[in-house]
């Protein structure tokens, strides 16, 4: 099962046979073909490239270009996994139309499968005119990044009986409109297994309890690269950002010293 290529479908299949869905980021050639080896169903090219990659703040200065640009390294690195392209800040909403052909140039253009978009049932039509254009969509609700502005930070969503309902109702309505996953970011792991049990889609959390059908985790988080704030719902499997700083410091060392290059690393 391990080299069957992952579509929208086959992850909506997965719900039904209570498979668990692995998804991570990722954002240039060589981890996506990693990440492929591994066996992981759903690669998220993330506007969390923003932080972790560019530098930003936060994932609102990302743009289309810079989007597609990761996209296309890492879709030529993927054989197996259903590669999935975020929506960056302001590239939906603006009108369906322009939304939709945002979307076509993430396919036509960098090789994506799908697409990721944030926000609940108010992008329900955008999200209905994208799918009808022959687009899978991966619906984002609960903490959704680009709405930090508005949400004033990073905070768990779904807190009290009308944010619950809220969100329940966001999760049918994203369904009605065609998605074919939902992201639950950032919620009371009671919760999201009520979404979870309450729509037909897979449910992928993060940060949002063991009882969604899948986990996402952004790849840097995992592997102990990232030296930003860390959520508490992350676990590092790994810690290469003090292995690269150790390699280094030795490298350094070793030039400084004249030790290398020796006669085993020369012509």
Same mark, same amino acid.
């Given at each position: 099962?391990?080299?069957?290529?992952?579509?929208?479908?086959?992850?909506?299949?997965?719900?039904?046979?209570?498979?668990?869905? %692995?998804?991570?980021?990722?954002?240039?050639?060589?981890? &996506?073909?990693?990440?492929?080896?591994?066996?992981?169903?759903?690669?998220?090219?993330?506007?969390?490239? @923003?932080?972790?990659?560019?530098?930003?703040?936060?994932?609102?200065?990302?743009?289309?270009?810079?989007?597609? +640009? +990761?996209?296309?390294? *890492?879709?030529?690195?993927?054989?197996?996994? #259903?590669?999935?392209?975020?929506?960056?800040?302001?590239?939906?909403?603006?009108?369906?139309?322009?939304?939709?052909?945002?979307? @076509?140039?993430?396919?036509?253009?960098?090789?994506?499968?799908?697409?990721?978009?944030?926000?609940?049932?108010?992008?329900?039509?955008?999200?209905? &005119?994208?799918?009808?254009?022959?687009?899978? %969509?991966?619906?984002?609700?609960?903490?959704?990044?680009?709405? %930090?502005?508005?949400?004033?930070?990073?905070? $768990?969503?779904?807190?009290?009986? =009308?944010?619950?309902?809220?969100?329940?109702?966001?999760?049918?309505?994203?369904?009605?409109?065609?998605?074919?996953?939902?992201? #639950?970011?950032?919620?009371?792991?009671?919760?999201?297994?009520?979404?979870?049990? &309450? *729509?037909?889609?897979?449910?992928? /959390?993060?940060?949002?309890?063991?009882?969604?059908?899948?986990?996402? #985790? $952004?790849?840097?988080?995992?592997?102990?690269?990232?030296?930003?704030? =860390?959520?508490?719902?992350? =676990?590092?499997?790994?810690?290469?950002?003090?292995?690269?700083?150790?390699?280094? /410091?030795?490298?350094?060392?070793?030039?400084? =010293?004249?030790?290398?290059?020796?006669?085993? +690393?020369?012509?």
């Amino acid at each position: 099962m391990k080299d069957t290529k992952v579509t929208a479908v086959s992850l909506q299949e997965m719900k039904g046979r209570a498979e668990k869905i %692995v998804s991570l980021t990722a954002y240039d050639y060589y981890t &996506s073909r990693i990440l492929n080896e591994a066996g992981v169903d759903m690669i998220l090219v993330g506007d969390s490239l @923003g932080m972790v990659v560019l530098g930003y703040q936060n994932t609102l200065p990302v743009t289309m270009e810079e989007m597609l +640009h +990761h996209t296309r390294a *890492v879709a030529r690195g993927n054989t197996r996994a #259903l590669l999935v392209a975020d929506m960056p800040f302001m590239s939906v909403g603006v009108s369906s139309e322009e939304t939709v052909r945002n979307a @076509g140039r993430f396919v036509k253009e960098a090789g994506a499968e799908a697409v990721k978009i944030e926000g609940g049932a108010e992008i329900g039509p955008h999200v209905e &005119s994208v799918v009808r254009a022959g687009i899978p %969509v991966l619906g984002h609700i609960g903490l959704t990044p680009q709405d %930090v502005l508005v949400m004033g930070g990073y905070k $768990v969503q779904g807190r009290g009986d =009308k944010a619950e309902r809220k969100l329940l109702d966001d999760a049918r309505a994203l369904q009605e409109r065609g998605v074919f996953a939902l992201i #639950l970011e950032c919620l009371p792991a009671t919760l999201a297994r009520k979404i979870t049990e &309450s *729509v037909l889609i897979p449910t992928i /959390g993060i940060g949002a309890g063991l009882h969604c059908d899948g986990q996402i #985790l $952004v790849l840097h988080d995992i592997l102990g690269m990232y030296a930003g704030h =860390k959520a508490r719902f992350v =676990k590092a499997y790994a810690q290469l950002g003090e292995a690269m700083k150790e390699a280094v /410091g030795i490298y350094f060392s070793e030039v400084r =010293k004249g030790v290398y290059p020796d006669g085993d +690393h020369s012509y």
